[in-house]
């Protein structure tokens, strides 16, 4: 149990760090051979654009999980804290339609882009589209996550407080 929440808790980001040190390093990479060597590497352009996609979104992702995605505090003054509460809840059921849209057309994506291959590193292009379910499912897990700490903390439902 402690290791699914060890991934839980740190797998996004891990993944994250990974896959953005070797966008870095391939972009640097890049950089030296063609202008050090004059001899650039094909498919660095290619692979930096494929790696710089995936660290967006998984950092959409990460984002969400640390509930420091953008939004508007204008009525939080304004709101009761209860009203406040509510009004969360429905801006993460709202977050949470948005990505179950997301998973449910990106399987379909996937399918099609399957057999469909980069023009120079030759990965099928599938790889590329495979980030949005990943997305999709970890914000509606960080959702319902922020949407049980929210009515345990302000409309006092029973269970551990998180």
């Known amino acids: 149990m402690k290791i699914l929440r060890c991934i839980h808790d740190h797998g996004l980001e891990f993944i994250a760090v990974i896959l953005f040190t070797a966008l ?16 650039p590497i094909s498919f660095s352009e290619e692979m930096s654009r494929i790696l710089f996609i995936w660290v967006s979104f998984l950092g959409a992702a990460i984002v969400m999980k640390h509930d420091e995605h953008i939004r508007l505090d204008l009525l939080q003054g304004v709101l009761s804290p209860r009203m406040w509460a509510a ?13 179950l849209l997301v998973l449910v057309f990106s399987v379909p994506l996937i399918e099609l882009t399957v057999d469909q291959l980069a023009p120079i590193s030759r990965l099928p292009m599938a790889c590329v589209y495979l980030i949005l379910p990943i997305l999709a499912l970890s914000s509606i897990v960080f959702a319902i996550e922020h949407i049980v700490r929210v009515s345990r903390r302000s409309f006092g439902t029973t269970g551990d407080a998180a």
Request: hydrophobic share 60%; net charge positive; glycine share 6%.
């Open 24 to 39: 870095i390093v391939l972009t640097f990479s890049q950089v030296a051979a063609r202008y050090v060597f004059l001899y």
């Open 87 to 99: 009004l969360s809840i429905g801006v993460y059921l709202a977050i949470i339609g948005f990505n």
